[in-house]
Structures are given as structure tokens and as C-alpha cells.
């Protein structure tokens, strides 16, 4: 984070990357706050950039940026992994390496320096951290997940929205495969899919229930 960094906000940033798991005094609380600073920075961030886009394109505009995945990839692009503070089962499962742990920890750095410098400062560095992916996500338009785009199919269609069920977790808990049904109750179908996570997982899941549906389609 530079290091020019102001003394007092020494400790916080040593708190922001201990993990709960190396003792109370950890980053749960800065975390909280850091999570609901970035949320209003990247809220006003995109209000900002894109006038004309509605509460449900911002929404999903937001939840492409700041996820546990996106957050864990700028960590790693920070090398947050190589100073966070964890206790020795997490050392042992490659905790420094885990999304959840990653996440949480950029999160509290946010909260960090809040609390050290104040708003504007905090503000400043959220938007340079995401300055990329904010130029991505301009360049994409908002390109609809699957999810979001089965929902909207089915809703034009006046269908039940989807169920989504986890199937199975298996591999090793710091490199684990999750399996997520996709179930639609009234037409009878069923999808599954796979990934490094829950969420993409049911991302794969509502891919292959689009994929169903078409094919569906093309046999009426």
C-alpha cells in the first residue's frame, strides 16, 4: 500500500491482515467497516460512469466488481497473502491462499485506512485498486450473467424462478470443487454445474439450464 504510510496506521494495517484464527485482536471489525466502504465508494463510483443505467443494471454492474472472487484476485495482485497473520491450522491448509481469507483481509486494509486517514483517502485508494476493473466493466456494457439472464427468461416467460442446490463439495478444502443442481419445478428440468466456488458453481448450473432451454426451443 506504499511506503510512505502514515505511522498511526501501522497497527491498523497489522490487524487488517491478522485472520481470527491468530487470536482476538484480528480484522473482523475493520473488515465490517471496510466492507461497507467500498460498497458506497464503488456504488458512487458507477452512479458516476454510467447515468442512464437503472438500480438493477448498477446492481449487477456492483456484483460483478466486488465479490468474493474479484476482491481475492486483488488481493493476490497486492501479494496480501504474503503478510497475512494466521493461525497454524490455517498455515497448514494454505489459508494465505484461500479466497474467503484474501477477501476479508483487502476488506479490512479498506477499513484500515479509513480509520487511520479518513474518507477521501480511503476513497482514493479503493479507486485505484479498481481502477482497472472499472475500465473493464465499462468496456463489457454490463454483460448479463447467466443467472441473471435465466431469471429474466423465465420471468418474461412467467415461469417459477430457479432452485439452486448444492450437490456435492469435494477436493481439498484450500483448492475445493463444489457441484450446485439447477432446478426448474414446473417444466421438470434439471441442470448441474461445477466451479471453484458456490457461486460459480450455480453460475454453470443456470449456464446449462439456458443451454436446456434452447435446445428445448428448437424442438417445439
Known sequence: MGDDADPAQVPLLRQALTHRSAGPRNNERLEFVGDALLGLVIADA????FPDADEGELSRRRAALVN????????RGLRLGDYLCLGPGE???GGHARDSILADALEAVIGAVYQAQGF????????RVFAQSLARIGQQDAVK???????????ARRRQLPDYALADV?????AQRFAVHCRLP????????EGT??????QDAAEQMLKLLQEGGRHD
Open 46 to 49: 458507477l452512479w458516476q460512469r
Open 68 to 75: 468474493k472472487e474479484s476482491l481475492a484476485g486483488l488481493a
Open 91 to 93: 498455515t497448514r491448509t
Open 120 to 127: 477521501a483517502v480511503a476513497r482514493d485508494m479503493v479507486l
Open 145 to 155: 450473467d447467466p443467472k441473471t439472464r435465466l431469471q429474466e427468461i423465465l420471468q
Open 170 to 174: 469435494g477436493g481439498k478444502q484450500h
Open 186 to 193: 414446473d417444466l421438470g428440468l434439471i441442470s448441474q454445474g
Open 197 to 202: 466456488s458456490r457461486r460459480r458453481a450455480e
